[in-house]
Nanobody, 124 residues
């Protein structure tokens, strides 16, 4: 069993930065691929970024590529999402997810574990 707890969300002006954290319980964190998703009001959940178990490989959606960076610290059981050059369209609830299967950038459901989400609001 893995529990995920996100933090770091908040209100920021356009062009600003935030760093989200997702802390995982349990001793098997390094066996999970980790993902970040987001869901804006009235919109479907969308993939944001993913990272391999070792942290060597990362994947990004086109809207965030070049602005967001996913990383992980397996010693701290934590995955991060550094978000720079934020835009109002980045406003959403951000969720982390863990799965032992490799990332499928087209899949937004069926992950083994999800966090409760953290709100990110970018004002113009």
């Amino acid at each position: 069993q893995v529990q995920l707890v996100e933090s770091g969300g908040g209100l920021v002006q356009a062009g600003g930065s935030l760093r989200l954290s997702c802390a995982a319980s349990g001793r098997s964190f390094s066996t999970y691929f980790m993902q970040w998703f987001r869901q804006a009001p009235g919109a479907e959940r969308e993939f944001v970024a993913a990272i391999s178990r070792s942290g060597v490989s990362t994947y990004y959606s086109d809207p965030v590529k070049g602005r967001f960076t996913i990383s992980r610290d397996n010693a701290k059981n934590t995955v991060y999402l550094q978000m720079n050059s934020l835009k109002p369209e980045d406003t959403a609830v951000y969720y982390c997810a863990a799965d032992r299967a490799p990332p499928d950038l087209a899949r937004t459901e069926g992950y083994e574990y999800w966090g409760q989400g953290t709100q990110v609001t970018v004002s113009s």
